[in-house]
């Protein structure tokens, strides 16, 4: 999922919030898992390793749309490609 939202025109009633363009909500197994926003990913902290790895590789897509380097915009079922082709090796 991606949030997007315009900033009102009054600065000073939102300078922090409103530096924020995009925020990608990055799930597993049907349950938020991260947040990539501003050129980060933060992870939930009670991910077991191999779910880390997963959501990890998710980020790593949403940044990368975030970034210009892929065509966007997220979207889950592309993340969850791009996670088992870097984790599992193309075409399995």
């Given at each position: 999922?991606?949030?997007a939202?315009?900033?009102?025109?009054?600065?000073?009633?939102?300078?922090?919030?409103?530096?924020?363009?995009?925020?990608?909500?990055?799930?597993?197994?049907?349950?938020?898992?991260?947040?990539?926003?501003?050129g980060?990913?933060?992870?939930?902290?009670?991910?077991?390793?191999?779910?880390?790895?997963?959501?990890?590789?998710?980020?790593?897509?949403?940044?990368?749309?975030?970034?210009?380097?892929?065509?966007?915009?997220?979207?889950?079922?592309?993340?969850?490609?791009?996670?088992?082709?870097?984790?599992?090796?193309?075409?399995?």
């Amino acid at each position: 999922m991606t949030i997007a939202w315009n900033c009102p025109t009054e600065a000073s009633r939102c300078d922090a919030l409103c530096s924020v363009r995009t925020l990608n909500l990055i799930e597993h197994d049907g349950r938020a898992a991260a947040v990539v926003v501003d050129g980060q990913a933060l992870l939930d902290a009670t991910l077991g390793p191999t779910a880390r790895r997963h959501v990890q590789a998710k980020c790593l897509h949403a940044l990368e749309i975030a970034a210009g380097d892929r065509p966007g915009p997220y979207n889950d079922a592309a993340a969850t490609r791009y996670a088992r082709e870097v984790l599992d090796g193309p075409g399995r």
